[in-house]
C-alpha cells in the first residue's frame, strides 16, 4: 500500500538555524499539508497547498515558513530561522482530491528539536 | 474558530472490554468528522470518517462512530477490544464551509492489557 514518507526522522538543530523537513507524498496525490504537533498538545494545521500555491494557512505559517514542491515527488517544509517553540513533530500528509473531507494519509513525522 | 474535545486522556481496560471514546465539536454548522488512530511507532491513519447520511459509520478494525448532532458528539466504540488495539485515537473535524484543514482533539491514549 502506498505510503507517505519523511525524512530526516529526526533533526536537531541550534536556534537561528535554517531547517528543511522533506515528505514525498504519495504518488498520484495532488494536495499536501503539513502539521505539527508540539510536544504534549495538539495536533495543529499549519498548510495546505495544491497546485504549486498555497491554498489554505493558519496564524502559525508566519514569514518563517515556507513550503515548496521543488520536483515531481517532494513537498518540503522550511523553517527559515529556527525558535525553541519550533520544536515540535511535524507530520506530513497527502489527498488525492480536494474534496470537502477527503482522506489525508500521513506520513511517519519528523521530530524537530531546536536548542 | 472550531475546537475539538477529547475526554478521556488515558484509558487503561482488559482484553475483550468494550471501550467507548468521547468527542465533542463545538462549531454551529454542517462538519465532516474523523477519527484517526496512531498504533505505536507507526503513523496517523484513518479509522472512519463521517460526511453525510446514517449516523452510525463503521470503520476498520471492528470500530464504529456514532454521530449526534444536537450533542455536537462523535463517539468511537468497539464491543470487544484487543491488546493490538492499543494505540493513541485522535477525533477530528472539517466544517463543511472551511477548506480541508483537519482541526484535531487532543487524543486518547489507550491501553489494553492481555
Known amino acids: 500500500e502506498p505510503e507517505v514518507t519523511q525524512t530526516p526522522s529526526h533533526q536537531v538543530t541550534q536556534m537561528g538555524q535554517e531547517v528543511i523537513l522533506r515528505c514525498v507524498p504519495i504518488?498520484?496525490?495532488?494536495?499536501f499539508y503539513w502539521y505539527r504537533q508540539i510536544l504534549g498538545q495538539k495536533v495543529e494545521f499549519l498548510v495546505s497547498?495544491?497546485?504549486?500555491?498555497?491554498?489554505?494557512k493558519s496564524e502559525i505559517f508566519d514569514d518563517q515558513f515556507s513550503v515548496e514542491r521543488p520536483d515531481g515527488s517532494n513537498f518540503t517544509l522550511k523553517i527559515r530561522s529556527t525558535k525553541l517553540e519550533d520544536s515540535a513533530m511535524y507530520f506530513c500528509?497527502?489527498?488525492?482530491?480536494?474534496?470537502?473531507?477527503?482522506?489525508?494519509?500521513f506520513g511517519p513525522g519528523t521530530r524537530l528539536l531546536v536548542l | 474558530a472550531q475546537s475539538v474535545s477529547q475526554h478521556n486522556h488515558h484509558v487503561i481496560l482488559s482484553e475483550a472490554a468494550s471501550l467507548e471514546l468521547g468527542c465533542n465539536y463545538s462549531?454551529?454548522?454542517?462538519?465532516?468528522l474523523f477519527w484517526y488512530v496512531q498504533y505505536p511507532g507507526q503513523h496517523l491513519q484513518l479509522l472512519l470518517k463521517?460526511?453525510?447520511?446514517?449516523?452510525l459509520v463503521k470503520g476498520i478494525k471492528g470500530f464504529e462512530a456514532e454521530f449526534i448532532k444536537s450533542k455536537f458528539s462523535f463517539n468511537l466504540r468497539k464491543p470487544s477490544v484487543q491488546w493490538s488495539d492499543t494505540a493513541e485515537y485522535f477525533c477530528a473535524v472539517i466544517p463543511k464551509a472551511a477548506g480541508n484543514k483537519l482541526t484535531f482533539g487532543g487524543g486518547t491514549r489507550v491501553l489494553v492489557k492481555p
Open positions: 462549531y454551529g454548522g454542517t462538519v465532516n
Open positions: 497547498f495544491y497546485n504549486n500555491e498555497i491554498s489554505e
Open positions: 504518488s498520484n496525490h495532488l494536495y
Open positions: 500528509a497527502s489527498s488525492d482530491g480536494g474534496r470537502q473531507g477527503e482522506t489525508q494519509y
Open positions: 463521517y460526511f453525510s447520511g446514517d449516523p
